[in-house]
Every structure is written in C-alpha cells, then in structure tokens.
C-alpha cells in the first residue's frame, strides 16, 4: 500500500485531522489525540505504521513476525503496536486496526471533546 492510499483511508474517517512532524511521520489525530503513525520508504510505500490497541491486542500482537512494540510509545507501558513488514499483518487488516485505533482514542477524549465531535449524544 501507499502511504498516499494509507493517508487518504485516515483522511476518510471523521474529524481526523493531518500533521507531518518528527522527521517525516504522517501523525494522524482524532481531538488532538493521536491515533496512527506511519512512514514511508524511499519509493512511496509504506514502511512503518503505529497504532494503539487493547492491552489484550498489543500482547498478542507484539510476538508476531512483522510486528513489535511501537518504540518511545511501548516502552512507556503503552499499548501501541508497529507494523514494520506485510509479514503477518495484511493491508486489509491493518486498515481493521487503524480503524479500531481511532474508535479506542476518540472514546478516550473527554465527554466534552466527544460531544463537539458529534461522538456522544446529548
């Protein structure tokens, strides 16, 4: 996949908004809140994604070829995973992840916050 596919599938989910920061990471938001890393190779395809899931997940998950603690986010005791590799993780599945991740993040944001996204019912 490319990072431009990869972006335009972050773009499409609500209220995500796009930053480019840290050297060359695309960081996409939900309320401020990140929910996706991910980076490119040298040709446009995506080499690396970020994401936060269940603890349960991140614990099974993290043993598996293609995947490993997402570093400076695992090593703090968070659950975030890194794809680096198609290995055991597909495409497919990992835009199932992405998703999951922006799901876990936006229910983390304030009552407030959810409620101006249009979250929450009143």
Known sequence: MTLEDFN???ASLPHST???Q???SHVWKIGGK???IAGQDETGTLSRCSFKLSRMGFDILKEKPGLQG????ASRGMSWIQRTSDETMSDEELLSYVRDS???VGRGLTK???RE???LED
Do not use: M, N
């Not at 997402?70 to 986010?73: G, I, K, S």
């Open 70 to 73: 997402a570093p400076h986010l």
């Open 22 to 24: 840290w050297g060359e």
């Open 117 to 119: 996204l249009g979250l």
């Open 34 to 36: 990140v929910y996706v």
């Open 18 to 20: 796009h930053v480019v």
């Open 102 to 104: 922006y799901v876990i």
């Open 8 to 10: 335009a599938f972050c």
């Open 112 to 114: 407030k916050k959810q």
